[in-house]
Every structure is written in C-alpha cells, then in structure tokens.
Nanobody
Framework: QVQLKESGGGLVQAGGSLRLSCVASGLTFSSYNMGWFRQPPGKEREFVSRISGTSGVTSYADAVKGRFTISRDNAKNTVYLQMNSLKPEDTAVYYC??????????WGQGTQVTVSS
C-alpha cells in the first residue's frame, strides 16, 4: 500500500547540481517526518537529511551542510533534496524514507547519483 519512489538521480560533474524528488503514496504524508539517506559503493547506509511533517524543521549531516537543502510539498506528497556543489564523495544510491516515532519504517528503492571529477 505505502510506496515511496525517488527520481532525479544521474551523472554530473563535480561542482554541479541535482534535485532529487520522492513521491509518497498510501499514507498521510504530512504526518510523517521524511528523511534522505545514501549508500556509497561498498559502504554502510548513512543519514543525509530530514524534515518534519508540518513545521519545516530540518537537520543535515555535517558532510552535506551548506550544500544540500531538503524541502517538502505536502500538497504533492513530495519531498525534495536539492544538491549543489557536488563532490565525487557524494556518489551513492540515495534513498528517501518515512519516519514514524523514532524509526524509519518505509523506504524507497533508491536513485543513483554519480559525481565525476
């Protein structure tokens, strides 16, 4: 029933920008904190950013602070991740997730972001 679907990934050069989107269905979207995670090749999945359901409170990992911006449009059931000044170390599969309480319980399938030097 619940589905999260990411889009917007691709191949960009270092210093470039991408905007990721995640469309949710099957849930009351505004009731959930939404987060972005990423998994570089051969490494563990890591937290990138999150945003609260309605108040717009945001949080960022130190590695992306100042370069990435998370936002959401509850009318469109969509959360975004604007990524600027991309670096090769940003290369990863990016996932969106919905949090209920303290746990992320719904996950998308991911979208590949590759940053070339």
């Amino acid at each position: 029933q619940v589905q999260l679907k990411e889009s917007g990934g691709g191949l960009v050069q270092a210093g470039g920008s991408l905007r990721l989107s995640c469309v949710a269905s099957g849930l009351t979207f505004s009731s959930y904190n939404m987060g972005w995670f990423r998994q570089p090749p051969g490494k563990e999945r890591e937290f990138v950013s999150r945003i609260s359901g309605t108040s717009g409170v945001t949080s960022y990992a130190d590695a992306v602070k100042g370069r990435f911006t998370i936002s959401r449009d509850n009318a469109k059931n969509t959360v975004y991740l604007q990524m600027n000044s991309l670096k090769p170390e940003d290369t990863a599969v990016y996932y969106c997730a919905a949090r209920q309480g303290f746990e992320y319980i719904y996950w998308g399938q991911g979208t590949q972001v590759t940053v070339s030097s």
